[in-house]
């Protein structure tokens, strides 16, 4: 936040600012100034800035006891705010983890049905996390969470341009030169997939290991790709998001990315 100029001789004394005063649409010229509602709410760990999009359009965030009704609101903090009745607490300091999620678990708060989800998996007590991306129901491998709603939708972004590694088991027949030919893109029943670096680790008969690196992370992109080169995927593991590994984990692990490589890793996106 913006601190308020010293007092001077020249320079008057700032009238003191409300709590979570309104601010008339305006451009920012820093994080220091006011801010999109949703920006808000997604740093402070409550939902990614489409899901807080979505609560306001439900009448479930209100502003010292008034439903918002856009999100094009802007706040200079979250003083006032509440989500379904409860205060907002401003932002906590960033916090990624890494999770080696076990197949057969989804990637959600809560599944209708009662299949088990990743909150079931982790640890009782953690804290508050959102995942990076989504794993399908039997897909395996490396699935990063976070308090930060920002960082979340930055990582989420094909145009951050974060590269995604996956190992696949697949049964059927296919050549090196196929592959290599997904580097060009392909489009698949009207969905356009981008360039994709694939490559055969090991093939015993019909069966084989491919490794597959892209940034777009499209609905089970991998799966579908494999399916169109008429490949039977028995197994997905994703390996790595961007320098984070699996190293280390096994399914159902959790532990924290260090502060200092987590800062390095920000400092590499776009």
Request: aromatic share 4%; with cysteine.
């Amino acid at each position: 936040m913006t601190l308020p100029p010293q007092r001077t001789k020249r320079t008057p004394v700032p009238r003191p600012r409300r709590a979570g005063r309104t601010v008339p649409a305006a451009p920012r010229k820093s994080d220091g100034g006011p801010q999109r509602i949703a920006k808000l709410l997604a740093r402070a760990g409550i939902a990614s800035r489409r899901e807080i999009e979505r609560m306001i359009a439900e009448g479930r965030i209100a502003l010292n006891g008034e439903k918002i009704t856009t999100p094009a609101t802007l706040l200079e903090d979250v003083i006032g705010l509440t989500v379904d009745g409860r205060p907002v607490r401003p932002a906590k300091a960033t916090r990624l983890h890494r999770f080696y999620k076990p197949p057969s678990t989804l990637t959600a708060a809560f599944d209708p049905k009662g299949r088990a989800t990743i909150y079931d998996r982790l640890p009782p007590g953690m804290s508050r996390v959102m995942p990076v991306g989504r794993l399908d129901y039997m897909t395996e491998g490396l699935l990063l969470l976070t308090n930060d709603g920002e960082l979340k939708r930055q990582l989420e972004l094909p145009s951050t341009g974060v590269v995604r590694t996956y190992r696949a088991r697949a049964f059927g027949a296919v050549s090196q030169d196929q592959l290599e030919d997904l580097a060009e893109g392909v489009t698949i029943d009207g969905v356009r997939y981008g360039s994709i670096n694939a490559n055969m680790e090991r093939r015993t008969g019909r069966n084989c290991w491919i490794e597959m690196s892209l940034t777009e992370g499209k609905n089970r992109e991998v799966r579908n790709v494999l399916a169109h080169l008429d490949l039977q995927v028995s197994r997905l593991i994703r390996t790595s998001y961007g320098p984070l590994t699996l190293d280390g984990l096994e399914p159902g692990n959790v532990d924290e990315v260090p502060s200092e490589q987590l800062a390095e890793f920000r400092k590499g996106l776009r």
